[in-house]
């Protein structure tokens, strides 16, 4: 009843309010940036881009047979949920931001830990009012401790830039906080026992609104399946305004699919009073 108690608290406290911005103006050649990067192969260096491992397919995690049969349905996976947290995990869930960062410093929950350089926890302001959630660190990540900071990350620094963000600015966390060897997708397990990290994380940094990088947050946050189909569509979690869209591995892959991933993020920027005027 307790946890209940605390549940709808915190509910309450992640209630955006509805503010009324003037319209900023983008720089147009931040949005070309956006849209060239990938296109050319970076030339080789002895730096992160060059070594960056494959990409992992993140528009299409291991779909279970129930997402495979019915692919925008809800389907019942895990689901971030607080009110279904077990006992030992409730300790995550009232902790104070440092407390957070260094119990998964130190976690040993999955199997993950067993292969990680570092957990990587976050990135960004604490007071950010919009937050970006992907899938998990890659090797870049892995070796720095530091989330989207290989090739894709690259990609949705210009991603956020193009939406007149800096960087500092938004909040940028994973599903998972270890790399999944070979860059596969995070399992269920995995992602379970991660998730009240993350959920306490949303709960502390109380974000306008969450932008989900592709399928695995999807799945995870919102229980759903079918990123393609969904992406550009306004959904709630916990009363946060919540906007799927591709994640920029995908991107990168798939020039043609920019276009797709601006529109949604434009969505995004015109709550913030933020839109893009192509004579500016
Ligand atoms: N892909 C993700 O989903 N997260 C990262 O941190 C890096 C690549």
């Not at 990290?197 to 940094?205: G, K, M, N, T």
Request: charged share 30%.
């Amino acid at each position: 009843m307790q946890e209940r108690a605390l549940v709808r608290q915190i509910i309450e406290c992640l209630k955006i309010e509805s503010e009324q911005r003037n319209y900023a103006e983008i720089d147009p050649a931040v949005l070309r940036d956006f849209m060239q990067l990938g296109k050319k192969e970076p030339a080789k260096s002895a730096n992160s881009i060059g070594n960056q491992a494959p990409v992992r397919n993140s528009v299409a995690p291991a779909p279970s047979p129930a997402m495979a049969a019915n692919p925008s349905k809800e389907v019942n996976i895990v689901k971030a949920d607080t009110e279904n947290v077990p006992q030992d995990k409730l300790d995550v869930c009232r902790m104070p931001y440092e407390e957070l960062e260094k119990k998964a410093a130190v976690c040993t929950r999955c199997r993950l830990h067993k292969s990680r350089t570092n957990p990587v926890f976050a990135d960004g302001s604490r007071k950010a009012e919009l937050m970006f959630i992907g899938e998990g660190p890659g090797r870049d990540e892995d070796a720095q401790g530091i989330p989207f900071v290989g090739r894709a990350g690259q990609l949705l620094t210009k991603m956020i830039e193009a939406m007149q963000f800096d960087r500092k600015e938004v909040y940028i966390a994973n599903i998972v906080k270890c790399r999944p060897p070979e860059n596969r997708a995070p399992m269920d397990d995995e992602a379970e026992q991660c998730l009240p990290y993350l959920l306490r994380q949303i709960e502390l940094v109380q974000p306008k609104i969450i932008v989900l990088l592709g399928a695995v947050p999807l799945k995870y946050i919102l229980g759903l399946a079918g990123i393609t189909k969904i992406r550009g569509n306004w959904k709630e979690f916990k009363g946060i305004k919540v906007m799927p869209t591709l994640h920029p591995a995908y991107l990168l892959r798939n020039e043609a699919a920019k276009k797709d991933a601006w529109k949604d993020l434009q969505m995004v920027m015109s709550v913030f009073g933020k839109k893009y005027r192509k004579n500016s």
